[in-house]
């Protein structure tokens, strides 16, 4: 069964950083793609970052660019995302999701952040 | 601003259809496969349709998507009170080179 198990979130300053984790199993996790998608309270989904299955490539959406990272360790069947300069706009809730081919697929609850002004 | 344009909001009776509109461009919707997600606050996002048409397992056919050109929609037949949930669209965007999605559709069930 597959199972994607987000942590690492919490309340936070404005400028400060937070690494949030993505635990998987259930799946070969070596062999997909990863994404990072948040939804800020009273907001829609919003894409982040995506890497590929070697962790060679990211990509990440303008919104968080040069501010998170996106990263994976495959012996560790974990996918992390790296947050610095948290701003107030960055408060939401935070899914990982494995890329499924033609679409995202979602299995956690995700992890709340807080950023405090 | 979503990159995908979707209604705010759906409403209809129990055992009625209800449709939602997902409108893109020719970098998303126009040339990649659509996907349909409901979400239930406090829930992971569940996948209702993907590549245009397809039911997961588990997926009632109450549940049916289509195409065309930009533009895609979701259909939900029957309507029962269990389906009240935001609904998404999404897809690939190739300008981007990352995922879009609509800004989410709020059904209700009267």
């Known amino acids: 069964q597959v199972q994607l198990v987000e942590s690492g979130g919490g309340l936070v300053n404005r400028g400060g950083s937070l690494r949030l984790s993505c635990a998987a199993s259930g799946f070969t996790f070596s062999n997909f793609y990863m994404s990072w998608i948040r939804q800020a309270p009273g907001k829609g989904l919003e894409w982040l970052a995506y890497i590929t299955s070697s962790g060679t490539y990211t990509n990440y959406a303008d919104s968080v660019r040069a501010r998170f990272t996106i990263s994976r360790d495959n012996a560790k069947n974990s996918l992390y995302l790296q947050m610095n300069n948290l701003r107030a706009e960055d408060t939401a809730m935070y899914f990982c999701?494995?890329?499924?081919?033609?679409?995202?697929?979602?299995r956690g609850q995700g992890t709340l952040v807080t950023v405090s002004s | 601003q979503s990159v995908l344009t979707q209604p705010h909001s759906a409403s209809e009776t129990p055992g009625q259809r209800v449709t939602i509109s997902c409108s893109g461009s020719s970098s998303n919707i126009g040339s990649k496969p659509v996907t349909w997600y409901q979400h239930v606050p406090g829930a992971a996002p569940k996948v209702l349709i993907y590549?245009?048409?397809q039911r997961p397992s588990g997926v009632p056919d109450r549940f049916s998507g289509s195409k065309s050109g930009t533009s895609a929609s979701l259909a939900i037949s029957g309507l029962q009170s269990d389906d009240e949930a935001d609904y998404y669209c999404?897809?690939?965007?190739?300008?981007?080179?990352?995922?879009?999605f609509g800004g989410g559709t709020k059904v209700t069930v009267l």
């Open positions: 999701a494995r890329e499924d081919g033609t679409h995202l697929n979602f």
């Open positions: 999404g897809a690939f965007d190739d300008s981007l080179n990352g995922w879009v």
């Open positions: 590549n245009n048409n």
